[in-house]
């Protein structure tokens, strides 16, 4: 099986790494630059993100476009905001049966979900590809876990291949839509229990948040027309707990930031992180502004603190008033 990994940043380089030990697959990195390529190839490190981590000599990166066209499984690692203009302007390089394996969390800039989005412009058969899993793990071989969502039992098949023998754990689901929505709310809340956090210290106060942020989050996947089931598999509450808990989430030491008081609403939004931009697009979605105002107090207080004059005291107060009246 020929696999290309697009992207050598700090996912598609752990993954290759993991992969790469498999004498049944063919897996290339697929790099933007030349110095990523001769750091890679040449030293067997990625300076910028795994600086002291020895890569496994045998992976290999390239930054020829045309290696698309022998793909059977192309795995995109790639910001959300970038992965549909990236396909759009390389497509021409792709098999039109080639799997594409979408890795990142979010929405793309058209506000839909980033298979939604790539189902416009591409035939091929899609993966949704979600876990609790930082790339800082997976790169040390740490066991981890995905969800593999796809319509096509023949895709599924292809991931239980490509990830059998490694210690990388999957579950499955047909639901692209609950697992695409759990991943990019996950965000959302992390962001929340971060400012949490920060403001009390307390582990009282921190699963109280935590219960009723995943209620909320899964009453929002249900709307977009997932399944409540999703929200138990890796992608759902695994995911939306690593994100929220551990320090290593870019949402939640975002959350932490604001919360104790290291950054303003002027300068957190101009942090280009997922979150941000995951509150703004489903607080202003048909679904939620179909909703009642206060079914979900806690997106909406969120929404208020970044898009208005809306101090942290005033923010805390709202979340826990909308608690007791729930």
Same mark, same amino acid.
């Given at each position: 099986m020929n696999i290309v990994i697009v992207g050598a940043g700090s996912f $598609?380089?752990?993954? $290759?790494?993991?992969?790469?030990? %498999?004498?049944?697959?063919?897996?290339?990195?697929?790099?933007?630059?030349?110095?990523?390529?001769?750091a890679i190839n040449k030293k067997h490190f990625n300076d910028r993100y795994f600086p002291n981590f020895r890569l496994d000599t045998r992976l290999q990166v390239s930054t020829d476009k045309s290696i698309l066209e022998h793909a059977d499984v192309v795995f995109l690692a790639l910001p959300s905001a970038s992965v549909i203009e990236y396909v759009q302007k390389n497509k021409k390089y792709m098999d039109s049966e080639a799997v594409m394996v979408v890795l990142s969390k979010g929405f793309g800039k058209n506000n839909k979900t980033i298979v939604d989005s790539l189902r416009e412009i591409v035939s091929n058969p899609i993966c949704s590809l979600k876990g609790p899993t930082f790339a800082a793990d997976l790169i040390h071989n740490n066991p981890s876990a995905f969800t593999a969502a796809s319509a096509e039992e023949s895709v599924i098949d292809s991931m239980r291949r490509i990830f059998e023998g490694t210690a990388v754990y999957l579950d499955y689901s047909s639901d692209i839509v609950g697992v695409e929505i759990a991943s990019a709310l996950k965000n959302i809340y992390a962001i929340l229990l971060g400012i949490i956090d920060a403001h009390f210290n307390s582990a009282n106060v921190r699963f109280l948040i935590l219960t009723k942020a995943f209620h909320e989050m899964k009453n929002i996947v249900l709307l977009f027309g997932g399944s409540?089931?999703?929200?138990?598999?890796?992608?759902?509450? $695994?995911?939306?707990n690593l994100t929220a808990l551990n320090d290593l989430s870019r949402n939640?030491?975002?959350?932490?930031?604001?919360g104790k008081g290291f950054l303003n609403n002027d300068t957190s939004n101009s942090i280009i992180l997922e979150g941000i931009r995951t509150i703004?697009?489903?607080?202003?979605? %048909?679904?939620i502004q179909d909703a009642t105002e206060s079914a979900f107090p806690l997106l909406g207080a969120l929404y208020r603190l970044f898009n208005s004059d809306y101090s942290i005291h005033a923010f805390i107060s709202d979340v826990f008033d909308s608690i007791k009246g729930s």
């Open positions: $598609g380089t752990a993954l $290759g790494n993991v992969l790469i030990k %498999k004498d049944d697959l063919d897996l290339l990195l697929l790099a933007r630059n030349k110095e990523t390529e001769h409540e089931e999703t929200l138990y598999k890796y992608c759902g509450f $695994g995911d939306f939640r030491t975002l959350g932490l930031l604001i703004n697009t489903v607080f202003n979605s %048909k679904y």
